[in-house]
């Protein structure tokens, strides 16, 4: 019986996961941030939103990673779309 000497053969990590991951982090900043125009109702439910797309993204993370990168993308157009719809709709002010 013979073996590997060099070990087990890995193979490497992608980057798009911590690409997508960090693109979160900084939706994150305009979600916390929408306290400034939205009652805190709405600030609720937009955490709510983008705490349910982190968890999608920690799902993705091994079986789809060049799916994260659109992720963040995804989490900035709903919150400039929910903060606009609560602007015109809702009468959210700064």
């Known amino acids: ?3 590997d000497p ?3 053969v ?10 997508g991951m960090v693109g979160m982090a900084a939706a994150f900043f305009l979600y916390a941030g929408s306290g400034l125009v939205a009652p805190w109702w709405g ?3 937009l955490l709510a939103v983008w705490a349910s797309l982190l ?6 993370w091994t079986p789809h990673p060049r799916r994260l990168p659109w992720l963040p993308v995804v989490a900035i157009v709903l919150w400039f779309a929910a903060v606009s719809a609560g602007g015109a ?5 700064a």
């Open 43 to 45: 600030v609720v439910l």
């Open 89 to 93: 709709w809702l009468g959210w002010t």
């Open 10 to 19: 890995r193979e490497k990590a992608s980057p798009w996961p911590f690409v």
């Open 6 to 8: 060099a070990g087990p």
């Open 1 to 3: 019986m013979t073996t």
């Open 55 to 60: 968890v999608v993204g920690f799902a993705w």
